[in-house]
């Protein structure tokens, strides 16, 4: 008795009492919870784990870009969470994931399709859609899951920028993006997101490659443009990397900028709109990237911003209440702003 009225006295009881009840909860919320995990562990061919190593989640159905969502520790693990939880509430929601392991001088390594759906039908569907040619697994409620990966070595090639003349194009920031096997339809899909190179002063930087992957190389800071995209609208060259090729070398050309301006008003009271956005399509390759650059003022008006006119597809204006509109990039002259009627959605 005396011992339990120190207890009382010094509050510890309370402390012991709150942290059993906190115990309780943790098992409770974790028994309703209905999550998955899946470890991924990252090591090389000699069996040492690999550290750092990125791991990247693309979202094959619904689609989406995709998704940084950690490292591995120094045990070359790290642990991913499927969240019972729908895909607009979390990126790690129901659909259809696939994760990468990426690695500086390594070969990106894909993971077996997984499909996680609390949908019995749909599961099934899904797997009968996907076929046995691929592999893939149904995530069931509390699975623990493991995807071992072992890395390869990238093989480095190198790329040259020289401008017409043959003189190397130094300092100047590329953009590569490489596309990516879509093991649902068993195609090559979209370019992924562009890694940053710089040349040296030879015009060169070194990459790794991995042959039979389709490649599409800019230019970041847009004043230089594909020679061969010269009279396109095409941002950039796709080129393949090739066991018997060393070295590479494209041949870039100043682009020419202008100044984009833009007037945005209702169509029927032809007011201006306010805190209108002002978007450019970019094609690279097949794919076409969309970026907001500008708003509109109280006046209708955008802010004067420097326009690539070879680098643009197409330009739009998209405001909340009202219907995007697009006009072809060609159809733009710097002599005048653009004028956009907008029309209200009913």
């Given at each position: 008795?005396?011992?339990?009225?120190?207890?009382?006295k010094?509050?510890?009881?309370?402390?012991?009492?709150?942290?059993?009840?906190?115990?309780?909860?943790?098992?409770?919320l974790?028994?309703?919870?209905?999550?998955?995990?899946?470890?991924?562990?990252?090591?090389?061919?000699?069996?040492?784990?690999?550290?750092?190593?990125?791991?990247?989640?693309?979202?094959?159905?619904?689609?989406?870009?995709?998704?940084?969502?950690?490292?591995?520790?120094?045990?070359?693990?790290?642990?991913?969470?499927?969240?019972?939880?729908?895909?607009?509430?979390?990126?790690?929601g129901?659909g259809?994931?696939?994760?990468?392991?990426?690695?500086?001088?390594?070969?990106?390594?894909?993971?077996?399709?997984?499909?996680?759906?609390?949908?019995?039908?749909?599961?099934?569907?899904?797997?009968?859609?996907?076929?046995?040619?691929?592999?893939?697994?149904?995530?069931?409620?509390k699975?623990?899951?493991?995807?071992?990966?072992?890395?390869?070595?990238?093989?480095?090639?190198?790329?040259?920028?020289?401008?017409?003349?043959?003189?190397?194009?130094?300092?100047?920031?590329?953009?590569?993006?490489?596309?990516?096997?879509?093991?649902?339809?068993?195609?090559?899909?979209?370019?992924?997101?562009?890694?940053?190179?710089?040349?040296?002063?030879?015009?060169?930087?070194?990459?790794?490659?991995?042959?039979?992957?389709?490649?599409?190389?800019?230019?970041?800071?847009?004043?230089?443009?594909?020679?061969?995209?010269?009279?396109?609208?095409?941002?950039?060259?796709?080129?393949?990397?090739?066991?018997?090729?060393?070295?590479?070398?494209?041949?870039?050309?100043?682009?020419h900028?202008?100044k984009?301006?833009?007037?945005?008003?209702?169509?029927?009271?032809?007011?201006?709109i306010?805190?209108?956005?002002?978007?450019?399509?970019?094609?690279?390759?097949?794919?076409?990237?969309?970026?907001c650059?500008?708003?509109?003022?109280?006046?209708?008006?955008?802010?004067?911003?420097?326009?690539?006119?070879?680098?643009?597809?197409?330009?739009?204006?998209?405001?909340?209440?009202?219907?995007?509109?697009?006009?072809?990039a060609?159809?733009?002259?710097?002599?005048?702003?653009?004028?956009f009627?907008?029309?209200?959605?009913?």
């Amino acid at each position: 008795m005396i011992k339990k009225a120190e207890m009382l006295k010094s509050g510890s009881i309370y402390k012991y009492n709150f942290g059993l009840l906190f115990l309780f909860l943790t098992l409770i919320l974790s028994a309703f919870s209905g999550a998955a995990t899946l470890t991924i562990s990252v090591s090389l061919p000699d069996g040492k784990p690999v550290q750092n190593a990125e791991v990247i989640l693309e979202r094959i159905y619904p689609p989406e870009s995709e998704i940084k969502i950690g490292k591995t520790n120094s045990q070359g693990r790290t642990k991913v969470r499927f969240d019972d939880n729908d895909s607009a509430k979390s990126n790690r929601g129901y659909g259809i994931l696939q994760f990468a392991v990426i690695k500086e001088d390594y070969r990106w390594e894909k993971s077996p399709i997984y499909i996680w759906e609390k949908d019995k039908s749909w599961q099934d569907k899904m797997s009968k859609e996907i076929g046995r040619e691929r592999e893939h697994l149904v995530v069931e409620m509390k699975d623990e899951i493991q995807w071992d990966v072992k890395l390869s070595r990238a093989v480095k090639k190198i790329i040259t920028i020289a401008d017409e003349t043959g003189n190397p194009i130094k300092k100047c920031k590329m953009q590569l993006r490489k596309d990516f096997f879509d093991d649902l339809s068993g195609e090559w899909m979209n370019f992924t997101s562009p890694v940053i190179y710089e040349t040296d002063d030879n015009g060169e930087f070194a990459v790794n490659s991995e042959y039979g992957r389709n490649y599409n190389l800019s230019a970041e800071d847009d004043e230089y443009i594909s020679e061969s995209n010269r009279y396109t609208t095409i941002q950039g060259i796709n080129f393949l990397f090739s066991p018997q090729v060393e070295l590479l070398k494209f041949v870039f050309v100043e682009n020419h900028k202008e100044k984009l301006n833009v007037f945005v008003r209702e169509d029927d009271t032809k007011k201006p709109i306010r805190d209108a956005r002002i978007c450019l399509k970019t094609s690279y390759g097949d794919w076409v990237s969309t970026t907001c650059v500008a708003k509109t003022n109280d006046e209708g008006i955008s802010t004067p911003v420097d326009f690539y006119p070879k680098k643009t597809k197409m330009i739009g204006v998209t405001a909340d209440e009202y219907q995007e509109q697009w006009i072809d990039a060609e159809r733009f002259s710097s002599d005048t702003p653009i004028e956009f009627k907008l029309k209200k959605i009913k």
